[in-house]
């Protein structure tokens, strides 16, 4: 019985190929959409933790001060304290390969001796890695062991020379051998160069600093760890390696979050066209029910039939998609990596980790989700009373007859949305405003069958006035037909309202960022290392060239800039130190509330402070007088009663909006001189990608992190209109020298607008596959709808209806039906984006973002879909007009 | 008149080719009331497809009026039918969007008249046929035999010559078909119409001034 059941469920979706193509190429694009993210996410971060377990190794405890390197003396006091059983020092950075090569590798300084109780690649099972070699590292400054398979990669042998770049410095190294690890070594790919720590000190321009210290405790860890922290000085810290991977977890989690909630858009899509596919054929098996029916079939096998023709679609277009989805992850993840790294971390995974769980869970999604969209015709299919026909037209009546109920739930599901939007937790993911999004979508897609009938009724009397016979039967089966139309112009404009959405929220966004560069980016030059990515923090600024800087004529202003980036809570922040005195005379930050000169001036006046405002230009005579004003209404350090703050700074809205903080408020950061209690003078809006931000005058900031580095500086000309000549004249001193790299402002805004386009590319491609299905939806409604109503088309004829009059019928009923989604689209899309830019990006990401509505996307989306529908439906009636009515009309 | 001179049509099914109508000719006078018989598959819609411009012929020539239809092009033979004939199918052929009445009314809507003055007349024309009252239904709600009168209605709203009616009683009851037959009887005195009925009802052929016999798409003498 059942295979019986099965093969006439079979033969239908064979009767029909083409129609059930289109259902399952709809399905096995959403899924592997869907797969393809997931996929691609769960590498870069697997292989990106693999990485960090590898180079963690066996350590138990990891000291490290935030941002700044730990004393080299403290590896020997380490060493000798009793609750530790072993300590290895190390220094870490991740470099770009220099000349021929490109990508980045992580050089990891270690010492060989401290080593052997820790990582994983131990070296005496080392692999091709002789005597000589540890000899060459340990005598030879220029000597790198290479991973092998950097060295496979690359093609290196032992005795070539590499060149990488350690900031604006081009340096030779010498592959002293080559080594292999059991397990993965970093998320670079294995890109990891080994070097003797004290000449990767001098390489990475950090002698006597450390990055970190792994030890091994001995006795109970709560133990170890107290002791570890009453021995070290206050802002050196002890944590787990284990907490960087979930930091990282968390970092990528919402990134992740929202690329796997855009790409189950697709498989949204395309679960109307499983449901509208369902729908159809039981509606055109209708007999064939009534008659099995009275042969005996149960409700429940009626049931069972038509399931199981939703679940044959989605097993089906399940497994295509997760062979397309596996193919598309390389793809992704060449995109995902590129916008982690710039974004989050450095990754260069390049292998998509094919994850059975990962497969199950996509194509269970998709079989899921197709036997939800089949469940619903299939159930009323069951319910149909027991009688030979089942009029297609008592179907129509009652979908007309509950319009308004599916109205009212639409409206329902508005209101929740509302509820979703409004609804907030604190911290995570902002789990009830995409639950709000998918409710919008919902409700406007419930909207569909009361607004076709009344479009349909509206514009008859219209239609019919202006085109005659034909804007009449248009309009009639437009309003007539809602059991078959209403879902695909549902689906249509689900995928239409997501696209406007996003691309408004894109587009606001974008435009934001836009008048934020020019508004809160003051600077004529940004002079700095030629480094875009995470690793850009340890890359410096040769000193002389400041020196050389200084005395240049064009020059009237230097703002100094010096970037760190610590782990902070569940997340890294950035903590900024930069000459506020400079950048209050040329505009200041943006804040979201108070006076900018004021805000600015607090945090520019430093107590004991005075370096910021030291190293300013000298050429700049008119400026001194604001300096020393400022200088001077500094009290004395030490007079003063101890505060309970010990500076002013500012922050980033996101900083703000998502750890909760206030103007006014206080905010303790971890700085190698210990925490902080710093008062939060301000919050300014900033959209840079790489993290959220603290911002302090230098001068604070060289207190806190006792250190002299700077990592870029922006210049303040003379007379601006010289750029192009002092861009050119750094470019031509230095660029040889170093790999310095001078912008201008539009250079700038041009590089970070690069970013955001590459940032956002992905999502484009989601919204795509998701119109890309919701076509396939109306392309096969007209279709199967035009075919189905050859007869109708050719009685019209035989009693008189020209080829154009039936041909302008079936136009203005594809062309009411494209408009309608349009219009239902556009309105959902335009109350989708207000919820993603000021409530999901807000509580995802905390940035405010200005509206800014992108007409365009509205007109080229209408005309897509008037085309579109339009060209769908003209195709079938044209072949239906051709001759042969009679044989149309003869069978039954 | 209807003039057919040596009709021929074979129609292609794959390789095979079937002879449905074989140099065929005849002559039907304005305001005759004829009948076709013939055991299935003789050829009789084919015919009547034919003279009402449904179907183009493989050979010979058809003229209705004076007018060859061979030589109609496209909008001319659109015309010709919504114009100059009214045709009724066994299985009724109402659109079952609309109503009764306006299904009746489209013909003469597709002809170009005011919508009110094609209801108004769809309306006469629907108590003509002995349905006055069931205009605003649906064609499901109603019998099969409501049907074929609204699909009889149809025919005429247009005021054609010639009624062709491919056994329009082949779905009814006997009672039904009686009636229906009747109709026919009534609009070819009152209205003097030209009929040209399929049917295999013996009475038809009693209610009719000619009975034409086919047999393999031959007429019988
Ligand atoms: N569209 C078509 N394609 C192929 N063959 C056809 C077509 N229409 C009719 N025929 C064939 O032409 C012959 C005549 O068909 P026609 O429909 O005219 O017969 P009929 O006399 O009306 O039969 P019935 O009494 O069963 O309605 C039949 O053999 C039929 O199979
Ligand atoms: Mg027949």
Redesign the interface.
Known sequence: MRAWLFRISFSHLAQYPGRTLLGILGIALGTAVYLSISLAAASALQSFQVGVTAVAGQAQWRIQSPGAPLDEALFVKVRRLASVAAAAPAVESVLELAGVYRGPVLLLGIDPFSERPFRDYEFSHAVGLSDTAWTEVLTRPDAVLVSGPLASRLGLKVGDALGVMVGPRRQALRVAGIFTSRSGLYPLDGAVLLMDIGPAQELLDRVGGLDYIDVIGAGPPAEVQRRLQAALPPGVEVVRPAAEVRRTEGLVASYRLNLAVLSAIALFVGMFLIYQSVTLSVVRRRREIGLLRTLGMTPGQVLFLFLAEGLASGLVGGLLGLGLGVGLARGVLAVMTQNLSSLYMPVAAQEVGVQGGLLLQAWGLAVAATLLAAYLPAREAARTQLRAVW????LEEKIESKAGLIFGWGLVALVLAGVGAYAKINDGPPWPGFVAAFLILLGFALFTPLAARLLGQGLQPVL?KIL??AG?LGC??LA??LSRSAVSIAALACALGMLIAVTVMIGSFRQTVNDWVSRAISGDIFFGPAVFSTAAYDQYLPPEVLAELRRDPDVADIYLYRCVRIPFKDRYILVIGGSFEVLARHGGLWFRQGDTREIMERVGRVEGGGEGAGVRGQGSGKDNFATSRSNDDNPEPGTQNPKPAAGQVVISEPLAETLHLQEGGTISLPTPSGPQPLTIAGVFYDYRTDGPSVWMDISLFRRFWRDTHLNAVRLYLKDPARVPQVQARLQERYGGRYRLLALSHRDLRKGILRIFDETFALTYALEGVAVVVAVFGIITTFLVLIRERV??LA?????????R?ILGMVLVESGLAGGLSFGLGAACGSVLSLLLIFVINKQAFGWTIQLHFTPAIYWQTLILVLTLSLAAAAYPAWRAIQ????AI??E? | MIKLVEVSKVYHRGPEAIQALDHLSLQIDSGEFVAVTGKSGCGK??LL?II?G???VSRGRVFLDGCDLAHLR??ER??F???RVG?V?Q?F?L????TLEENVA??R????AS?DQARQEAANWLEEVGLSGRQGH???QVSGGEMQRAAIA?ALI?QPAVILADEPTGNLDSVTAAQILTLFSHLHRQWGKTIILVSHAPEAGQAADRVLRLADGRLLA
């Not at chain 1, 009029?391 to 008592?394: F, G």
């Not at chain 1, 009685?795 to 080829?803: D, K, T, Y």
């Not at chain 2, 659109?95 to 609309?98: E, K």
Request: charged fraction near 30%; aromatic fraction near 4%; hydrophobic fraction near 25%.
């Open positions: 009029h297609r037209e008592e019919r005659g016979p009449d009639r089966y007539g037909s007869r109708d009685l019209l004829q035989a009693i008189g209806a020209s080829r009059q001759p042969h009515l009679a009309l003869k039954e | 819609s084919t497809h009402g449904l179907e183009s496209e909008p659109t015309r039918r919504r114009d045709v199918f299985s052929n659109l079952p969007l609309l489209l013909p809507v597709l002809q170009g919508y649906k064609p499901h149809r247009n």
